[in-house]
């Protein structure tokens, strides 16, 4: 492995001769120095303003099984070819992390299988590196149960969240944890269900070694939790923290998913679906202050529903749940919701749903968007990775301002960001939704997805699961 150099800040002092000159009343005022900082983590986002280098953590794929692998894209939207350095770690104790350059054509991606990079281990993970910024970076699972598609995270955190952790029945559940640097990390967990907090000694002070992957099984947590609301916080480093799920039994399906870094007042979801689903938000507060949060759905067009649903008080260190079913009056068909903490007591929400595939069913657990991507709001969202087949509803989008709005698909391809046929100015009422297709052409399947609103908009993603599931794998796509 290669060992890139530390810089070294060199420190130069004046001659003294300099400062003869200078009297008590003349000397200028001693300012503090100021260095750079980095803004507090967020849900990955495409970074705009200009970088030296840009740096992506994926949360990880697992390996060593019959169906089991991952890879990761790199989408580049530029005019100019990117490149970079790729890091693939593994949870194999006391192995190397492994190195490869690589390249990105202009107005193209650059994909890799990580089992081809690193052989060993039953999870890897990847930290991609690109030199002079520019591009944006997805990770895609595949499990028999179905393949699960999740951005990569822009930073590193001391804190990760999970809402809507299930470890009912034989459900299984992977904590999935990545210290990209030398020097080891501890972490502490936290549980909160709906009726306290918890928390076990063998899941204190737990080490992660500089460099590696580190799982962390259901055996460690509460069991048979329908909802369980989760925290990993680190005591010293800071990692990148991702979830397994495979669901056995009132659910079922494959899931993988990067964890919330921090929490937020405010959450939106532009997917959601009362046609006979299973859909149900779980509501984590890791906080010292009480949450009261109130629901609202949108893109609801009844004059019977007042949009009149309680708030939902959640301790602090516990976790709530609204189930869908539970809202009298809720229309049947499409919906977008936003969640309010009336308190101002940040949260971490996500959503669970099951729908039918072909005889079964099938779950997808989407973690909401917070307040800043929504609320001023972005009026772009990309994806690395669109679908392989020519489906319906393969986007989800939600308007989240008070006047209609239109958006325009696009696909990147050798010519740029191309609109995509009868996809350039798609309508999106005021606080509506509304689902696309994407046609059948070879412009735009296999290629990433660009999503432009005339409003600030909410872009999930329902992407064709593989696998021996049907159905759909839920994810978000990336604002920026």
């Known amino acids: 492995m290669n060992r890139r150099p530390l810089a070294i800040l060199t420190v ?19 300012t503090l120095p100021t260095f750079a900082a980095l803004g507090s983590p967020s849900m990955p986002f495409v970074p705009h303003q200009g970088f030296i280098n840009s ?14 692998g991952g890879s990761i894209t790199v989408a580049n939207p530029s005019d100019a070819p990117l490149s970079g350095q790729l890091t693939v770690f593994n949870d194999v104790p006391d192995s190397e992390a492994v190195e490869q350059r690589f390249e990105v054509p202009a107005r193209d991606t650059f994909f890799v299988d990580l089992a081809t990079v690193q052989s060993a281990g039953t999870y890897l993970s990847a930290m991609v590196e690109i030199t002079g910024g520019g591009g944006f970076v997805e990770q895609q699972a595949d499990h028999p149960d179905g393949s699960a598609v999740s951005p990569c995270s822009n930073s590193t955190s001391a804190n990760w969240y999970f809402a809507d952790n299930y470890t009912l029945g034989n459900s299984k559940e992977d904590i999935v944890i990545t210290n990209p640097f030398p020097d080891q990390a501890i972490v502490d967990f936290a549980f909160g269900n709906q009726d306290g907090t918890t928390t076990s000694q063998r899941l204190l002070g737990v080490p992660v070694s500089g460099h590696s992957v580190l799982v962390v099984n259901q055996d460690f947590f509460l069991k048979d939790e329908t909802v369980l609301g989760m925290s990993v916080v680190a005591s010293r480093g800071r990692v990148v923290v991702g979830r397994a799920q495979q669901y056995l039994g009132e659910r079922q399906g494959y899931s993988m998913s990067l964890g919330s870094p921090a929490g937020s007042t405010d959450w939106w979801f532009a997917d959601g679906e009362n046609s006979g689903n299973f859909e149900r938000y779980s509501i984590y507060n890791p906080g010292t202050q009480e949450a009261i949060v109130q629901p609202i759905f949108l893109g609801v067009n009844s004059d019977t529903f007042g949009n009149n649903v309680d708030p939902i008080t ?23 919701a936003q969640f309010s903490s009336l308190t101002g007591a940040p949260v971490v929400i996500e959503r669970a749903i099951t729908r039918q595939a072909g005889e079964g069913f099938v779950t997808t657990v989407v973690r909401g968007v917070e307040q800043y991507f929504a609320a001023p709001g972005y009026f772009r969202w990309s994806m690395a990775i669109g679908t392989e087949l020519a489906v319906d509803n393969v986007l989800v989008v939600l308007n989240v301002s008070f006047t209609d709005a239109t958006v325009a698909v696009k696909a990147l391809g050798p010519g740029g960001e191309v609109d ?4 350039a100015a798609v309508p999106v009422p005021a606080n509506g939704v509304v ?3 994407i046609p059948d052409l070879a412009a735009a399947l296999g290629r990433p997805l660009i999503v432009v609103g005339t409003q600030p908009i909410v872009v999930e993603r329902l992407l064709p699961r593989g696998g021996d599931l049907r159905g759909r794998s839920g994810s978000l796509a990336l604002p920026g």
């Open 12 to 30: 130069i002092v004046l001659p003294a001769l300099l400062l003869v000159g200078f009297t008590r009343s003349d000397t200028p005022p001693r």
């Open 55 to 68: 740096t992506w953590f994926c949360p990880g794929v697992p390996a060593g099984g019959t169906g089991l």
């Open 314 to 336: 959640i301790p602090a260190g516990q976790v709530a749940s609204l189930n869908i079913k539970d809202i009298p009056d809720l229309p049947e068909g499409r919906h977008g």
């Open 420 to 423: 995509l046929p009868g996809l």
């Open 435 to 437: 689902t696309i297709a």
